[in-house]
């Protein structure tokens, strides 16, 4: 089993990914505009657009460690940009970044994980692993918020819905 670390990476990251498309449909469409907060400035679909862009993190990543061999790459490319975003466009965006991710994946090993890439905020370089770790915790850090935001307008969610609990 030489590449179980990218597996189980990418098994959480993916699992991140399906509980956020998960919370968010639960969002009733007539409060996307609401805001998150009482007295806050950002809306429900700020937080879509926000959420978006944790995962398209990751896809940053992958692009700067396979400019080359990625098919996704173009596609990533050509995707215009959301002025305002519904439930479709937000779960249609998330599984185009999803395909993407696990592209990548699929052309690494646990090696490629160690691999170090500059970055605008630390030009000497970062691993592979610490840039995906700062996006898994971005990308949990938002999740929770939608989570928040699901309780306090009555929707009933518990644990279960933020985590896949393994038996």
Avoid at 134 to 159: A, D, M, P, T
């Amino acid at each position: 089993m030489p590449d179980i670390l990218c597996g189980s990476l990418l098994a959480k990251i993916e699992e991140q990914i399906e509980r956020t498309s998960y919370l968010a449909s639960l969002v009733p469409v007539t409060r996307l505009e609401e805001p998150l907060m009482d007295g806050g400035s950002w809306t429900v679909s700020d937080l879509f657009h926000h959420l978006l862009d944790c995962v398209a993190g990751f896809c940053a990543v992958v692009v700067a460690v396979e400019p080359k061999r990625l098919a996704c790459h173009q596609r990533l490319q050509q995707l215009p940009a959301i002025p305002s975003i519904g439930m479709e466009t937000f779960l249609e965006r998330l599984q185009v970044y999803r395909e993407c991710i696990g592209e990548a994946f699929g052309l690494w090993d646990d090696d490629d994980l160690a691999r170090n890439i500059p970055t605008v905020f630390v030009p000497g370089g970062e691993t592979v692993l610490t840039l995906m770790l700062g996006n898994f915790e971005h990308l949990i850090n938002h999740k929770r918020q939608l989570f928040e935001y699901l309780k306090r307008i009555g929707i009933k969610v518990g644990s279960a819905d933020l985590y896949r609990f393994r038996g």
